[in-house]
């Protein structure tokens, strides 16, 4: 049981382009994991199905923790070529990005947009509130839950992956340019 990492980046940057975004960013955290590869397969596939430039000094590979999304940013800064938003692999990555563009001068989302992946209850808690492609553990937890159940009751596995899909939460790290939710 996994959740759709794919669809759910692609969804989100076709929110992000309907809303007049076109300069995206990416964090990848690591491609050699199935979450790096699964996100950033779905960050490349987006940008090319919306027409949009795939500039790989805007993908920069570096971890999932905090200092990870730090040193993105930093890294991004010193290219003087800053996008509009940045998509963090996860929200530990948008936190250690929004330490950066602070720590830079720089302001959430007046100055850079950012959005990861992540829970809506911590999205909730940053400074301003995170867009996320929001992952419900509950939801997977019922639903394995109810696999297991099922199972049990009929004495066979099925041994069938099972996708959950994810949802795109606006919050306000992201400026609302075209009024789209």
């Known amino acids: 049981?996994?959740?759709?990492?794919?669809?759910?980046?692609?969804?989100?940057?076709?929110?992000?382009?309907?809303?007049?975004?076109?300069?995206?960013?990416?964090?990848?955290?690591?491609?050699?994991?199935?979450?790096?590869?699964?996100?950033?397969?779905?960050?490349?596939?987006?940008?090319?199905?919306?027409?949009?430039?795939?500039?790989?000094?805007?993908?920069?590979?570096?971890?999932?923790?905090?200092?990870?999304?730090?040193?993105?940013?930093?890294?991004?800064?010193?290219?003087?070529?800053?996008?509009?938003?940045?998509?963090?692999?996860?929200?530990?990555?948008?936190l250690g990005a929004y330490k950066a563009i602070r720590e830079l001068g720089l302001r959430v989302p007046e100055d850079i947009g950012v959005v990861g992946f992540g829970f809506t209850e911590t999205a909730e808690m940053f400074n301003p509130p995170l867009c996320v492609i929001s992952q419900d553990p509950r939801k997977m937890g019922h639903l394995a839950a109810n696999r297991l159940m099922d199972e049990i009751q009929s004495s066979s596995v099925s041994g069938e992956e099972i996708r959950i899909d994810e949802t795109f939460q606006w919050n306000s790290s992201v400026k609302q340019k075209n009024r789209v939710q």
């Open 1 to 94: 049981m996994v959740f759709d990492d794919d669809k759910g980046v692609r969804m989100a940057i076709d929110r992000l382009v309907v809303a007049g975004y076109s300069r995206i960013a990416h964090f990848a955290g690591y491609s050699t994991t199935n979450i790096g590869k699964e996100r950033l397969g779905g960050y490349k596939a987006a940008l090319i199905n919306n027409s949009l430039i795939v500039r790989d000094k805007w993908i920069i590979e570096g971890g999932f923790e905090l200092n990870d999304g730090y040193h993105s940013f930093m890294k991004l800064y010193e290219r003087h070529n800053l996008p509009e938003i940045v998509l963090a692999v996860n929200d530990r990555v948008a």
